[in-house]
Structure formats: C-alpha cells, structure tokens
C-alpha cells in the first residue's frame, strides 16, 4: 500500500537543498530584523542628539537675549564705566601730569577699555570684503595706534568738571548704553553714551560711544568711506600712518622743548 505520508518523509530527508534554502531563508529573516532594529535605534539616536542641540540652541537664544537685561550684568557694566572714567579724571585733574604723561596714560586706559579690534572692524565696514589680504594686515597693524592716538588727543582737549552715571540701556542681544553726562568747568553738561558689550571671563569692553546721540563709530565709518572712496584701503592705510608719524613728531617736539627748558632752569640755577 503506497504511504504517501512516508514518501513525503522521504523526499524531504533525500533533498538537502531544501533545508539550505530554509535556514538561509530564516538567516535572512534575522538579519532583516537586526538591521530594522540598528537603524531604529540610529534614527532614535540622531533624533535625541537633534533634540539635544534643539534645547541647547534655544537655551544659549534665550540666554543671549536676556544677559543685557541682567541686573547683574548692568551694574558691572555701570562699575566698568565708572572706574575708567574715574581714571580719566584723575589723569586730567593730576597736575604733576605733563602733556605726555597724560596722552600715555590715555593709551593704556584705551587699551584696557575699548575693543579696538571691534572698533577697527566696524569703521572699515563692508570694504573689508574689497581690502586684499596684505592691506588687512596692514590695517589692523595700524588702527589700534590711529585710533588711540586720536581719542587720547581729544580726551586731553576735556575741561570736566564732573561725571555721572544715568540708565543702562539694552541694546541687541548683548550690548548695553551705559548713559552718562559729563559737566565741564563752565557748567555745561553733554550727554555721553557708552556701548558697553560683555565678554567672557567678566570682562567688558566699550565699542561705541555716543555724544550727544551722534555715534562715534559711525561717524569713523563715514570718514573712512569716504578716504576709501578717493584712494583706496591703500589710501586710507596712508592716512593712518601719517597721522601716526605727526604724532611722533610732535611728543618729540615737545620732548626737546621739555629738555631745553630743563636746562635753561640748571643754567639760572647755576648763574
């Protein structure tokens, strides 16, 4: 009698290629499921990593769009403007203090309080894009001196009697106004305003200043538009130097007319 239960038994036992094709089959199923199961878990771990950053961003946002409005922050502010202009009057009012010794100690209370670099950026403006590489050096290599120079030469030109400090204004992100109004020997007060920016470290640097609402940055920027306009980043690179040199040639001027009269006194003295 034909058992068709034990052919079938038969044809399976006797056809080892029909196993192989199951295992492999069940290998590739297992596989198909380790690869569903990594890619789930690496697009669970890319997600978690977006969120991450996602909540760093809006944390650092929100971070940045309060430090100015931060008490704190403001009344260091207020402290960084007040003890430079404390030492500003001091140098003003110091009467041991030649011409010199007063346009040094300007040069390091500018060092110490302004961002020249910032400065320097923001007066050449959009022509950055235009200067060759070998100008920009030149330029930053000479704008920090310009610059110190200029500012120290009109700060020993002030008659101040007083110096007081107002609000502190938030401006952008960072940046604070710290207003101010300085009253010179004849009672005459202007109002000046500092743009005070924070740095890491605690440290605070002024960018801007404001006299009478008209920014000194810009109207530096304007002034170098102008010269560029004419001559060039080259041109302006010239204009700096000069300034410098006149500079030079003047503190020596002043050093040699010192010295005469130095000995014109030992001369009397001798005499």
Same mark, same amino acid.
């Given at each position: 009698m034909y058992d068709r239960f034990a052919h079938k038994d038969?044809? /399976?036992?006797?056809?080892?290629?029909?196993?192989?094709?199951r295992q492999s089959k069940a290998r590739a199923i297992v596989r198909e499921q380790q690869n569903m199961s990594f890619h #789930?878990?690496?697009? /669970?771990?890319?997600?978690?990593i977006a969120a991450l950053l996602f909540a760093n961003s809006l944390w650092?946002?929100?971070?940045?769009? /309060?430090? $100015?409005?931060?008490?704190?922050?403001?009344?260091?502010?207020?402290?960084?403007?007040?003890?430079?202009?404390?030492?500003?009057? *001091?140098?003003?009012?110091?009467?041991?203090?030649?011409? *010199?010794?007063r346009l040094n100690e300007f040069r390091i209370i500018l060092s110490e309080g302004f961002d020249i670099r910032k400065i320097g950026m923001l007066s050449l403006g959009r022509h950055r894009k235009k200067a060759s590489k070998d100008q920009l050096s030149t330029y930053y290599e000479l704008f920090p001196e310009f610059l110190i120079n200029l500012y120290a030469t009109r700060l020993d030109k002030l008659d101040i009697?007083?110096? =007081?400090?107002? =609000?502190?204004?938030?401006?952008? #992100?960072?940046?604070?106004?710290?207003?101010?109004k300085v009253t010179g020997l004849q009672d005459k007060a202007i109002d000046v305003d500092w743009r005070v920016r924070p740095y890491p470290d605690d440290v605070y640097k002024i960018i801007d200043v404001k006299i009478e609402g008209i920014s000194m940055a810009r109207t530096q920027r304007d002034d170098f538009t102008s010269r560029i306009s004419e001559s060039g980043? *080259?041109?302006?690179?010239?204009?700096?130097?000069?300034?410098?040199?006149?500079?030079? *040639? $003047?503190?020596?001027?002043?050093?040699?007319?010192d010295d005469q009269l130095v000995a014109e006194d030992t001369t009397a003295v001798a005499e």
């Open positions: 038969r044809v /399976t036992n006797h056809n080892p290629h029909g196993a192989q094709h #789930k878990a690496l697009i /669970t771990g890319i997600i978690f650092a946002a929100k971070k940045d769009d /309060t430090i $100015n409005k931060d008490p704190a922050v403001q009344q260091a502010a207020v402290e960084f403007i007040t003890s430079l202009s404390d030492k500003a009057l *001091e140098v003003l009012t110091n009467p041991e203090f030649t011409e *010199e010794d009697k007083a110096f =007081d400090i107002g =609000d502190v204004i938030p401006s952008g #992100k960072k940046d604070m106004f710290v207003r101010s980043v *080259e041109g302006l690179n010239e204009y700096m130097q000069k300034i410098i040199d006149e500079q030079g *040639e $003047n503190e020596e001027s002043e050093l040699a007319a």
